[in-house]
């Protein structure tokens, strides 16, 4: 009798400590369950804000990129704007050249005035009826003067009047 009383305490003891065991191990799962959500919650968070922060860097640098190549872009329209205004400021020399004395007196009789003296560059012979000085420092240009106010038929002042409408003209041309 002994012996079953202490087979049924061993028995249930063995009973006991599986239910105490598969308890710690129900209980040893629920915790690392737990602890895993965790872990995966930070896990998930710090993924987010690293990705912000690699997704932030990316654009800054796709900027960044943009700005460097509209730089480029900017700089060869300058240059192709400057390339035209060479071109034209030469044409505007060679047609001034060709047709110095008709501009010229297409100016003067417009002008209507006789009182008036003509700068024109040193070297140039002109057939008007008007007082005339030859300039040495006068050049691809004239000079109409009054007493009241002057003309100065040159490349820089026509680019000054039309540089604008050129500079548009031309952008329209080059957009791509």
Request: aromatic residues 10%; without cysteine.
């Amino acid at each position: 009798m002994v012996e079953k009383l202490v087979n049924k305490i061993i028995e249930e003891a063995k009973e006991k400590s599986k239910r105490i065991i598969e308890d710690g191990k129900k209980e040893f799962e629920k915790k690392l369950e737990i602890e895993k959500e965790k872990v995966d919650k930070e896990f998930e968070d710090r993924l987010k804000v690293e990705k912000k922060k690699i997704d932030e860097e990316i654009e800054r640098e796709i900027i960044n990129y943009k700005l460097e190549i509209e730089k480029e872009i900017l700089k060869y329209k300058n240059q192709i704007v400057e390339k035209v205004f060479e071109k034209l400021e030469e044409k505007f020399n060679k047609f001034l050249d060709e047709n110095f004395e008709e501009i010229l007196k297409n100016f003067v009789e417009n002008i209507g005035e006789k009182d008036i003296q003509i700068i024109v560059p040193e070297g140039k012979n002109i057939n008007l009826n008007y007082r005339f000085l030859n300039n040495k420092n006068v050049k691809n240009s004239f000079k109409i003067k009054s007493k009241n106010w002057e003309i100065d038929f040159s490349w820089g002042n026509i680019k000054k009047i039309f540089e604008d409408d050129i500079k548009e003209k031309i952008n329209e041309l080059m957009k791509f």
